[in-house]
């Protein structure tokens, strides 16, 4: 157990997916920071730039690995890479995912919609399933998942995102339950809109001559009348994240400026 007022993350292992950009860039950061070791996982073609600084500037130990999270041997790959590096695996932040189009409900098409189920319902499960036989049998673990307001909420014509973090979420409380008596956590942060590049794209979508412009819309609707910041939500998953939480398990956080209170 760490300290009270200290997270006490230090030495543990962490994979963290869609770690190019984003809100999982900002987690190698804080994780970096926090003296953890780290897989950071992403597409294929990503740019780990923004990664081999952070490792850089914080001596971090970080390995960067190419895949696809709804391809189950990409998973494979990963979970070998860390045991066979540092031969257990404490933290699994499952956070890539996509948005998928914004149209209305008749226009929206189905292989748009099969591709964010995979990426944001396979890939969460998968990478749940990965982790969960390593964590299992050494009694100890915390995973946790990246879903959103979405997962509680409709509206926005997103209908594949909206669908896959209500499975986000459902998965989350199913796995938490599942593993709680193997000293496993799962657990979900739900964000709301916050200011990386699914954002931006978003604003691109409903304003595609000034994007910039759709932003005091979006804005509008979070009673903070501000989007997130990366790192507001990775404070919450470092908290999670630390034995300070150990007796979290199953919880779907919002970090939303209030928006599901709303
Ligand atoms: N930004 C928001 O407004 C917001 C709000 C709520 C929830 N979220 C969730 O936060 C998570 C991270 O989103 P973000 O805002 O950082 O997005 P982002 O687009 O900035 O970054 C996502 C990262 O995931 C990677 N990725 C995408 N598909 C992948 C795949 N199949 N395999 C491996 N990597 C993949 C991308 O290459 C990218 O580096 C997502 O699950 C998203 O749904 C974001």
Redesign the pocket.
Same mark, same amino acid.
């Given at each position: 157990m760490s300290a009270p007022g200290t997270l006490g993350l230090e030495g543990r292992t962490i994979i963290i997916? !869609?770690? #190019?950009? !984003?809100?999982?860039?900002s987690a190698v950061e804080r994780f970096a920071d926090e003296r953890c070791k780290i897989l950071g996982?992403?597409?294929s073609g990503?740019d780990f730039t923004g990664v081999r600084e952070i490792t850089r500037r914080a001596g971090a130990e970080v390995i960067t690995l190419e895949? %696809?999270?709804?391809r189950e041997a990409?998973w494979s790959r990963a979970m070998d890479t860390a045991l066979k590096t540092w031969g257990r695996l404490d933290i699994l932040f499952n956070? #890539?995912?996509?948005?998928g189009p914004t149209l209305d409900l008749t226009r929206y098409p189905v292989d748009a919609f099969d591709r964010v189920m %995979?990426?944001?319902v396979r !890939?969460v499960f998968l990478g749940m399933q990965h982790a969960a036989r390593h964590m299992k049998p050494l009694g100890r673990g915390v995973i946790i998942n990246?879903?959103?307001?979405?997962g509680s909420r409709g509206g926005g014509n997103i209908f594949g995102?909206t669908a896959s973090?209500y499975a986000v979420n459902g998965m989350t409380q199913s796995a938490a339950v599942s593993l709680a008596r193997h000293g496993v956590r799962v657990l979900a942060v739900? @964000?709301? @809109?916050?200011?990386? %590049?699914?954002?931006y794209?978003?604003e691109r979508q409903v304003s595609p001559e000034n994007p910039a412009s759709a932003r005091p819309g979006l804005a509008a609707g979070i009673p903070m009348k501000r989007? !997130?910041e @990366?790192h507001e939500?990775i404070n919450l998953v470092a908290f999670l994240a630390s034995d300070q939480a150990a007796f979290m398990t199953g919880a779907l956080v919002p970090v939303d400026g209030g928006c599901l209170a709303d």
């Open positions: 997916t !869609g770690a #190019a950009r !984003g809100i999982g860039l996982f992403d597409l990503s895949g %696809d999270v709804s990409d956070n #890539a995912g996509i948005s %995979d990426v944001n !890939g990246v879903s959103s307001i979405s995102y973090k739900c @964000p709301c @809109p916050t200011r990386t %590049d699914m954002i794209e978003l989007y !997130g @990366p939500i």
